[in-house]
């Protein structure tokens, strides 16, 4: 059943960006569903069963999104283009929507740091980590002071997305035409560059802690953390990855046009569903 409700979920974003032609990515939802409208320069809240309820001006071409600890606060990063591939400078702002009030409160200005992209936060000291892609930069920021406190090298190019692990000592990000991970960690600055295959775009951890997962265009790459080494390959590539809350299967969208359920401990696939060409790009670029 959780099976079946995740996937629903992930077919409603992909209809939504299919029908109003632009991309979207899902990050978390409350009672309502939160989906980041990239064109638009605005983030809609929408019921379960997908009734659009209200919409919030961001910043330019929003990307991804991420709560506070207590959920009231939603943080999205203005990335200023709609792809990876686009040139120009883009913007240099993270977006910040009081998510009861449905509407911006403030923003954190992200400096010489443009075109900021992925982001997590540290639950427990409520810090940012984000990604910027020009310069290729992993950025900590207090979103309380609204400031930047450090910023370090990704060991990579085009820094895409970032996830960090259970303690938040380690920052992963993905970059993506050097095709590696890069390994950041947040007290020391030592960065580690962790080969995978072409263009990993975004990870998830396991539930344990022991292993990271990474679509690349080509396969899943398996990482150990502790070796911060590739040690297993899965199936199909995946433009996004995720997994389910109790940690039992990832749930990845592959490009052009299907989502996989993988075992994350087997490692085996266990349900393909494909859609219609070039709607799994929802959860992409």
């Known amino acids: 059943m959780k099976k079946l409700a995740f996937l629903l979920l992930a077919i409603f974003f992909l209809l939504i960006s299919y029908s109003h032609e632009y991309p979207v990515f899902a990050q978390e939802f409350t009672s309502n569903l939160i989906v980041s409208h990239k064109a638009l320069n605005s983030i809609g809240f929408y019921s379960a069963d997908g009734k659009h309820l209200s919409t919030v001006d961001v910043g330019p071409n929003p990307h991804e999104m991420v709560f506070s600890p207590d959920r009231k606060l939603l943080y999205i990063t203005d990335n200023g283009v709609m792809r990876w591939m686009d040139d120009a400078d883009g913007g240099n702002t993270v977006s910040i929507v009081d998510v009861k009030a449905r509407k911006k409160v403030g923003e954190i200005s992200t400096g010489k740091f443009r075109r900021p992209h992925g982001i997590d936060l540290d639950p427990v000291t409520g ?26 090298p990704t060991g990579g190019k085009v820094s895409h997305n970032v996830t960090l692990d259970n303690g938040a000592v380690w920052a992963y990000v993905s970059n993506i035409t050097s095709n590696n991970i890069g390994a950041v960690n947040l007290y020391t600055g030592e960065v580690i560059e962790i080969p995978t295959g072409e263009g990993p775009q975004d990870c998830v951890i396991s539930k344990d802690g022991r292993e990271l997962f990474v679509g690349c265009s080509s396969y899943v790459a398996v990482i150990n953390i502790d070796k911060k080494t590739e040690i297993g390959k899965i199936g199909n590539g995946a433009v996004r990855i995720d997994i389910t809350p109790d940690g039992s299967q990832l749930v990845s969208a592959v490009w052009p046009a299907a989502m996989e359920f993988i075992n994350p401990s087997s490692r085996a696939i266990c349900l393909r569903a494909s859609m219609m ?7 992409g670029h």
């Open 127 to 152: 810090l940012l980590a984000v990604t910027c892609e020009k310069p290729d930069r992993l950025l900590l920021i207090d979103p309380v002071a609204r400031k930047v406190l450090r910023d370090y």
């Open 277 to 283: 060409a070039g709607m799994s790009m929802a959860m």
